[in-house]
Structures are given as structure tokens and as C-alpha cells.
């Protein structure tokens, strides 16, 4: 299998707050992960991708000080989204890719961001 | 640079009806071609993939899809619907460089009527 999981699922916060989600690999080592963000009945928007040990590399557009992503091991990346506010608010997902894998990706479930 | 087209953004269907969900892409060699599903409020699952070899590619719940170069499409199809089926179906084709990432279209909602 390739099992990928998020966590939090929900998560309220109030505006100015940091807060932070986590992305695992459960049953594979995953050197590529991705991070999505996805509003109300849209597509999914690539903000970054990170390999394990080195920096993430952020779309265009995306400010790369707001949302703080880390790939601290081979099964584990992190993004924080910091001095959240109400725009931040959305669906985040994120997926990993396998080591011997070119494209297929393998997501998680997701987390529904709120800030107050 | 590579693109996805879904040209219908929201189809509806009787359950037990055949169903075909259309996506173009836009890559000069071979693509790399996937098929995923979203349940409201979740992440998305692979049902089917194409890197090569036969252009007709079965995928899990009875989804299939067809690889046409001529056409630059890879349109999905269900011979009959069912309930669950609803979801929003997103066509994705793989985009070389950096990190190898997938260019995804707008996605086409499903609603099942039954």
C-alpha cells in the first residue's frame, strides 16, 4: 500500500496564531512531498513541493515566510502556516511520491484550516 | 508547457446510466496520464493511471479510461453509475522537471441521481 496521512484533520485557530500540519508516508519512504491548497469547489493549487534534506521550492506566488514547510525525514514533512489570518482559511492537502516513482503521487486526507 | 482541459464542470447522471468524463491535455511527447477522486472533505485517490503500452486502462471501482494521442484525450468511463460514484473526478497529466509534479485540470463534479 502507500498510505499517507494528515494531521490535524480540523483545526481552528485564532488570527495571528501559527499553527501547524502535519504530512506522513506511513508504509514507504517518500523523498518528494507536496503541499496543495484547495478553495471551495476549485482545483487543487500546487504551493510548494520539499525533498528530505534540503529547501522546499514555493510556486509563484506563494510567500514561502508564511508557510513554513519542512521535510525533516524520509517519511515526515511539516508545513506551518504562521501569523495565520481569516484568508488562510482552506483545505490543505498534501501527497507524497515514492523514491523509485516519476509522477504518482499518493495524498492525504487533508486538513480543513479555519482561522478566526 | 503541459495543461489539463476538463471541459464540463458539473454533470449529473441517473445512477445505473453509462457515464464518460472528458479531459484533454496539452504535452508534445508521451504523457504521463492519471485519473483521481475526491470525496467531499477528503484528499484524493488514484483510480486509474497511463504511462504506456495498452491505451485502454482499467482502474479500480469498474472505471476505465482510454488513451487517444490523436485526440489528446483521456476520457473516463463507467458502464454504470452507481450512488457512490458522486464525487469530484479530477484528470491530471505529469509535468517533467524539478520534481516531476502533476499538472491537475478543474475537475468535473459528478451528482448521481437515483
Known amino acids: 500500500g502507500a498510505v499517507v496521512s494528515q494531521h490535524p484533520s480540523r483545526v481552528i485557530c485564532k488570527s495571528g496564531t501559527s499553527v501547524k500540519i502535519e504530512c506522513r508516508s506511513l508504509d514507504f519512504q517518500a523523498t518528494t512531498m507536496f503541499w496543495y491548497r484547495q478553495f471551495p469547489k476549485k482545483s487543487l493549487m500546487l504551493m510548494a513541493t520539499s525533498n528530505e534534506g534540503s529547501k522546499a521550492t514555493y510556486e509563484q506566488g506563494v510567500e514561502k515566510d508564511k508557510f513554513l514547510i519542512n521535510h525533516a525525514s524520509l517519511t515526515l514533512s511539516t508545513l506551518t502556516v504562521t501569523s495565520a489570518h481569516p484568508e488562510d482559511s482552506s483545505f490543505y492537502i498534501c501527497s507524497a511520491k515514492k523514491r523509485e516513482g516519476q509522477f504518482e503521487q499518493y495524498f492525504g486526507p487533508g486538513t480543513r484550516l479555519t482561522v478566526t | 508547457a503541459q495543461s489539463v482541459t476538463q471541459p464540463d464542470i458539473h454533470i449529473t447522471v441517473s445512477e445505473g446510466a453509462s457515464l464518460e468524463l472528458r479531459c484533454n491535455y496539452s504535452?508534445?511527447?508521451?504523457?504521463?496520464l492519471f485519473w483521481y477522486v475526491q470525496s467531499p472533505g477528503q484528499g484524493l485517490q488514484l483510480l486509474l493511471k497511463?504511462?504506456?503500452?495498452?491505451?485502454l486502462v482499467q482502474g479500480i471501482k469498474g472505471f476505465e479510461a482510454e488513451f487517444k494521442r490523436s485526440q489528446s484525450s483521456f476520457n473516463l468511463r463507467k458502464p454504470s453509475v452507481h450512488w457512490s460514484d458522486a464525487a469530484e473526478y479530477f484528470c491530471?497529466?505529469?509535468?517533467?522537471?524539478?520534481?516531476?509534479?502533476?499538472?491537475f485540470g478543474a475537475g468535473t463534479r459528478l451528482a448521481v441521481h437515483p
Open positions: 497511463y504511462f504506456s503500452g495498452d491505451t
Open positions: 504535452y508534445g511527447a508521451t504523457p504521463y
Open positions: 491530471a497529466v505529469g509535468a517533467y522537471g524539478g520534481y516531476n509534479k502533476l499538472i
